[in-house]
């Protein structure tokens, strides 16, 4: 649906989920079974795509058919929603063998998600990003976590249910509060040493049991760089399927610019002026850069840079 808010890269999914049809097993299949409906396909978590000819890429659409043939059952396929009154279907296919180069020959290609993002359609990229992390949802919670039994997909793929106990199981979302800590006139960026040598990006931490999310991002300033937050204030939110984490986007002032490393989560931090933050989003700083325009951080980032 189309809200008037930032949008980050992988939000925008433009299809009605039409979650109310999702426990109707008849309509279901007789959605499967019209040639007028679609599908999608993901290969070991990457997306059959296509070509456009301005050098983009977009989604490789098959019929629902196909990808019911090739999901052979329930449990590799999701009802994705209804495109207007068309159905989409995704089917999540493993294995060592590309289908594109078999059963999908001639349709397109697999490409990796996070690489094609911003050549995407914003509603492409939504959508497929929707698809990966159920489908990593599914790949990671096929036994039930009351008894131990392999589980059953059920509602379209978007419910597993454990035919021994009876238990249901839903998709789970992961918040991650990230945040841009900023002082004065400056903004502080860290960096990891695993990270590629000279990238800075915004902090970021998983969001605990019974914390708030101004409470997580205190919390995650202040154990990764001894800052002490003063204010926290909204700035936008991003899905983000590696493998199902949503960004909640921030930007926070703290009390003052001495920022130290824990050492742990950051080895390194470093304070940008807003003329420096601009050069870094323009990659104009020598040694140093920040996460490409895919990222929240960047977002982020630029949003702060251009506020004076």
């Known amino acids: 649906m189309a809200l008037s808010f930032f949008q980050n890269t992988f939000a925008g999914n433009p299809l009605d989920r039409a979650s109310d049809r999702r426990g109707d097993e008849a309509w279901l299949a007789a959605q499967l079974a019209s040639s007028d409906s679609l599908g999608l396909a993901i290969w070991n978590g990457k997306p059959l795509v296509e070509k456009t000819k301005d050098g983009g890429v977009q989604i490789a659409y098959l019929p629902a058919r196909m990808a019911n043939e090739l999901a052979g059952g329930a449990e590799r396929l999701l009802f994705m929603g209804l495109w207007q009154e068309t159905a989409i279907f995704a089917v999540d296919i493993e294995g060592p063998n590309d289908p594109a180069h078999g059963p999908l020959q001639g349709l397109g290609e697999f490409m990796d998600l996070r690489q094609i993002a911003l050549r995407l359609p914003a509603t492409d990229a939504g959508i497929l990003a929707t698809a990966k992390s159920m489908f990593e949802w599914r790949r990671r919670h096929q036994y039930c976590a009351v008894c ?92 983000w399927p590696y493998p199902s984490s949503l960004m909640i986007g921030l930007i926070a002032e703290v009390e003052d610019d001495e ?8 080895s390194e931090v470093r304070w940008f002026t807003r003329d420096e933050a601009k050069k870094l989003l323009k990659g104009e700083i020598e040694g140093a850069f920040c996460p490409p325009p895919l990222a929240i951080a960047h977002q982020l980032i630029r949003a702060w840079a251009e506020e004076g």
């Open 148 to 239: 131990g039994r392999p589980s059953d997909a059920k509602d379209g793929g978007w419910k597993r249910q454990c035919p021994a106990c009876e238990a249901e199981h839903f998709p789970r979302t992961d918040p991650v509060v990230i945040m841009l800590a900023y002082h004065g006139a400056r903004c502080m960026l860290g960096r990891q040493e695993a990270w590629p040598a000279g990238m800075f990006s915004a902090l970021a931490g998983f969001l605990e049991p019974g914390e708030s999310i101004e409470e997580a991002c205190a919390r995650e300033l202040n154990e990764e760089a001894g800052l002490r937050t003063r204010n926290v204030r909204y700035h936008s939110t991003q899905p």
């Open 259 to 266: 920022g130290t490393p824990d050492q742990t989560e950051l």
